[in-house]
C-alpha cells in the first residue's frame, strides 16, 4: 500500500506546475472563446456582480458594514472584498463535481496525472481573484489614497482557503465521477455558506449568543480579518490564522489521498 505524506499533494503539483499552467491557460482561454468582449469579461463580470449586491444590500435592505464614515462606496468596497476571496472556494467547489467526467479525454491516457485537474480548477479561481484584487485596489486608492502596507498580508489570508479548495476539490471530484447527484448538493452547500459567512455584513452585527459559533465558520475569521489587512492597517492574529492554515493544509492532504486511492477506479465508471 503507497503512503502519501502530508507534502505529497505539494511535491505532485510542483513535479506537473508546466502542465497545470497550460491546462489553464487553456481553461481561461475557453471561457471567454467567442464571446464579444472576450477577456474583458474577466473584469466586467465582477464589476456587474458588484454593482447588482452594493444596490440590494446597501440600498433596498440598507444593510451596513458598521465603520465610521461609511459610504456607499465604502459598501462596495469591503463588499467586494469580501466576495473575492469567497469566490476561490465557491468557483472551485462547483466545479469539483464533474472535473473528472468533464475530461473523459485527458483520463483515457493512462499515463495522464488526474490529480492536477483539482490543481487547475484552484488556479483558474485565482486568475478570477488576482484580476478582481487589482481592481479592488484600483478603486480603494482612487478612494481612500494609499492602502495599508498591512495588504500584503492578503497572500497569507488567502493561503488557507487555496488549500481548503484544493483538499475539497479532490473529494467531491472524487465522488461526483460515482454519484452525479453530488453537484446539486455543492451549489446549495457554497449558496448557503455565502449568506452565512459575514460578506454582507459585519460579525459584530451578529447577536452575542450566537456570534462564537459564527467562528465554526472557516471563512468568518479570514473575511473578517482580510478586511481588517486591506482598509484599517489591522495586523492578523499569527496563532489563530497558523491554526487555520494547518487545519486547511490537513484537509488538503487528507482530500489529495483519498483521490489517489480512489483514481483507479474512475476508468471502470467511464
Known sequence: MKLYLPISFLAAGWEHRGLILQLTRRRIAARY???????????????????????????VLQARMN??????????LFLFSGM?????????????????????????????PVEVLSWVSVAS???????????LMGFSYSLN????????FVPLLVLPVVFLSLGLSWVLSSLGTFLQDIS??????????????????????????????????PFAFTLETSRGVLFDGAV??????????????????LG???????????ADVL
Not at 467567442?34 to 440600498?59: D, E, K
Not at 449558496?191 to 459585519?202: D, E, G, M, N, R
Not at 489521498?257 to 474512475?266: C, D, E, Q, R, S
Open 33 to 59: 472563446r467567442g464571446s464579444l468582449l472576450g477577456g474583458l469579461w474577466a473584469v466586467v463580470h465582477p464589476l456587474m456582480m458588484l454593482c447588482i449586491y452594493t444596490f440590494v444590500f446597501s440600498y
Open 67 to 76: 465603520v465610521e464614515s461609511e459610504s456607499r462606496a465604502d459598501f462596495a
Open 84 to 112: 473575492i476571496v469567497y469566490s476561490i472556494f465557491s468557483e472551485s467547489v462547483n466545479d469539483a463535481p464533474g472535473l473528472v467526467l468533464g475530461n473523459r479525454n485527458y483520463i483515457k491516457h493512462l499515463l495522464f
Open 125 to 135: 479561481s485565482l486568475f478570477n481573484f488576482l484580476v478582481s484584487f487589482v481592481i
Open 145 to 152: 489614497g494609499q492602502p495599508p502596507v498591512t495588504a500584503l
Open 184 to 217: 446539486q448538493g455543492t451549489n446549495v452547500f457554497t449558496t448557503a455558506l455565502f449568506f452565512l459567512s459575514p460578506i454582507f455584513y459585519p460579525i459584530s452585527a451578529i447577536p452575542e449568543p450566537i456570534r462564537r459559533y459564527c467562528y465554526l465558520n
Open 236 to 253: 492578523p492574529d499569527w496563532k489563530v490564522l497558523g491554526a487555520l492554515t494547518l487545519g486547511a493544509f490537513t484537509i488538503a492532504w
Open 256 to 266: 489529495y489521498v483519498w483521490f489517489m486511492k480512489t483514481k483507479g477506479a474512475f
